[in-house]
């Protein structure tokens, strides 16, 4: 029998989300899932690390039975401590999801889901996150079929050096979909707004909301895409170097 992918399954919203759940389902025939995943949801904490308290791994369990292991730490605590001191070898693969929500344009930096995917790609992993385009009554099958296809895919493929892919699948009927779009990151700003407000002490706080205030067009901008009802997959890397810019820099010949 030829040799299981082991898969280091992983994500933001927690151990016990449903879009974790749904992709486990999906990829446990093909690989060796093991789930290490914060205890408690983590969206938008982006590519914290937790460097000032103590990581818990506790064994997490689901209907009576072992399903896997919960940290009190990031999603990239997770994949860290998963591939440092939980797994007995480096995982074939680290994929973060199913994001409840999508995960596109600048929102990828805010991230924990697509974080998760960059510290296995930081580690050498071939790695992926894959986010629902939904907030609302999300149906998670179609996009863990999709991210069990996608694995499979991987598992043949070699990725460049730090770069790891962030999926994005639309939260429309599987026969509306209107096919798979390699995508780059669209940089729209948000409209951001702080909703003051008052708390039953009457003392304020702030809630904040925001939405994009100008709206793609180019179906080769992830967000366009989803919006057309299109799978966007985005290759993205974590080398923040501007190149081209570094002798311009020099050439402001700073002194010391
Ligand atoms: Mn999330």
Redesign the pocket.
């Known amino acids: 029998m030829p040799k299981k992918n082991k898969i280091l399954l992983t994500n933001?919203?927690g151990i016990d989300a449903p879009g974790l759940y749904a992709l486990y389902l999906a990829l446990k025939d093909f690989g060796e899932v093991t789930v290490v995943a914060p205890s408690t949801?983590q969206?938008a904490v982006g590519h914290a690390i937790t460097l000032s308290d103590p990581l818990r791994v506790d064994s997490h369990k689901k209907d009576g039975s072992f399903f896997g292991y919960a940290v009190n730490g990031t999603p990239a605590d997770c994949v860290k401590i998963a591939c440092g001191a939980i797994l007995p070898s480096t995982p074939d693969m680290v994929i973060s999801g199913i994001?409840?929500?999508p995960n596109t344009g600048i929102n990828t930096i805010y991230s924990?889901?697509v974080s998760a995917a960059t510290e296995g790609s930081i580690l050498g992993i071939p790695s992926f996150a894959i986010s629902l385009g939904t907030f609302q009554d999300p149906d998670f099958r179609y996009a863990a079929k999709f991210g069990k296809n996608l694995a499979v895919k991987m598992a043949g493929k070699t990725l460049p050096k730090g770069v790891s892919l962030n999926v994005n699948v639309p939260a429309c009927q599987e026969n509306e979909i209107q096919g798979i779009q390699i995508t780059r990151m669209s940089l729209a700003l948000y409209e951001e707004n702080f909703d003051k407000r008052l708390d039953p002490r009457g003392r304020i706080y702030y809630w904040l909301t925001g939405q994009r205030n100008n709206f793609e067009t180019d179906l080769s901008v992830d967000v366009a895409a989803l919006s057309a009802n299109r799978i966007s997959i985005t290759p993205i890397h974590y080398d923040l170097t501007r190149y081209d810019f570094l002798k311009t820099l020099d050439q402001w010949h700073l002194k010391q």
Do not use: A, H, I
């Open positions: 933001d919203d949801e969206s994001n409840l929500g924990g889901t």
